[in-house]
């Protein structure tokens, strides 16, 4: 079965650039996706297609993808912007998650 | 606005059955693939099912196939995902996602709100 490989958490100071990474073998030749959930909401689509925006997704949300990591960056951090964070991708017809990020806004 | 409502969730024991339902709303459904995904109690994101907006296209996650059957009507614009031999480790928050497209091979960029699944004797 294909993995998706995400750090438990990562912290950043508001203000700052936080980078979160998403590992998988041959990534780059898949289209990745990103989401946030706040805790006790339902997820959202932060990025599709490695690096697309829907509508309403702020500027500082963005993606990129290449080699074997995918990588969400988040520009100018707020304190709204704590939440956990996945990755996602198709392989062989399944969809698989990252196993999710906790982003401390500290 | 696009909306996804599920319901039909609810407490069931070991080796029972239950069906969960999706009403969608506000999009061309019969456009869209659809999408049941579960987070167990504290843990992350976990694909379940997708059907393709004709349902062309149906995958299972290895763990719930031969058990669960998703399905599709494009004149109620609903998603259906039925659920059979359930176990304790199917306990969670389900929830219904619309596709990026008509086969099932993007993101889900609509999610519902959730409906809770608990399998306990």
């Known amino acids: 079965s294909y993995d998706l490989t995400q750090p438990p958490s990562v912290s950043v100071s508001p203000g700052q650039t936080a980078s979160i990474t998403c590992s998988g073998d041959?990534?780059?030749?898949?289209?990745v996706s990103w989401y946030q959930q706040r805790p006790g909401q339902s997820p959202i689509l932060l990025i599709y297609?490695?690096?697309k925006r829907p509508s309403g997704i702020p500027e500082r949300f963005s993606g990129s993808n290449s080699g074997n990591s995918a990588t969400l960056t988040i520009s100018g951090t707020q304190a709204m912007d704590e939440a956990a964070y996945y990755c996602q991708a198709w392989d062989s017809s399944t969809a698989v998650f990252g196993g999710g990020t906790k982003l401390t806004v500290l | 606005e696009e909306q996804l409502v599920e319901s039909g969730g609810g407490l069931v024991k070991p080796g029972g059955s239950l069906r969960v339902s999706c009403a969608a709303s506000?999009?061309?459904?019969?456009?869209?693939?659809m999408n049941w995904v579960r987070q167990a109690p504290g843990k992350g994101l976990e694909w379940v099912a997708s059907i393709s907006s004709e349902r062309t296209f149906i995958y299972y996650a290895d763990s719930v196939k031969g058990r669960f059957t998703i399905s599709r009507d494009n004149v109620k614009n609903s998603v259906y995902l039925q659920m059979d031999s359930l176990r304790a480790e199917d306990t969670a928050i389900f929830y219904c996602a619309k596709g990026d497209g008509s086969a099932p091979i993007g993101g889900f960029d609509i999610w519902g709100q959730g409906t809770m699944v608990i399998v306990s004797s």
């Open positions: 041959q990534l780059g030749n898949k289209y």
């Open positions: 506000g999009f061309n459904f019969i456009s869209y693939s």
């Open positions: 297609q490695d690096k």
